[in-house]
């Protein structure tokens, strides 16, 4: 068997990954067993996946810092996005213009015809 050519298919990874169904696992075990290269590989495949892992893990700390800024916006309330803050300012601002056109126009206006 070709080990070299055997590893380089990605199906070890696979194997790590438990991805391969039931008989490719079981030929990859016993080619594992057979062959110390495989099983080397495997190792290294799996200490890499580790290292990842740990790597894109949280930070010790970070919970204790999310339940801060939680309890932050709890108590002050949730900030409002500046979107939202110059929607309201707009509506408020159309607003107070088409209340001064109204009252500005209401002599001209004969809502109450003699």
């Not at 050519?5 to 057979?34: F, W």
């Not at 996005?81 to 607003?95: D, G, I, M, V």
């Amino acid at each position: 068997m070709d080990t070299e050519k055997y590893i380089a298919s990605g199906i070890l990874e696979l194997y790590v990954a438990g991805i391969l169904s039931e008989v490719e696992n079981l030929d990859v075990a016993r080619y594992a067993a057979e062959y110390p290269e495989i099983q080397n590989e495997i190792k290294a495949i799996e200490a890499t996946v580790l290292a990842l892992t740990k790597a894109a893990a949280p930070k010790e700390g970070a919970q204790i810092h999310l339940a801060k800024v939680q309890a932050k916006i709890a108590a002050t309330g949730a900030p409002k996005s500046n979107y939202t803050a110059t929607r309201e300012n707009k509506l408020e601002c159309l607003h107070r213009v088409g209340s001064i056109y109204f009252i500005s126009r209401w002599p001209i206006l004969d809502v109450h015809p003699k």
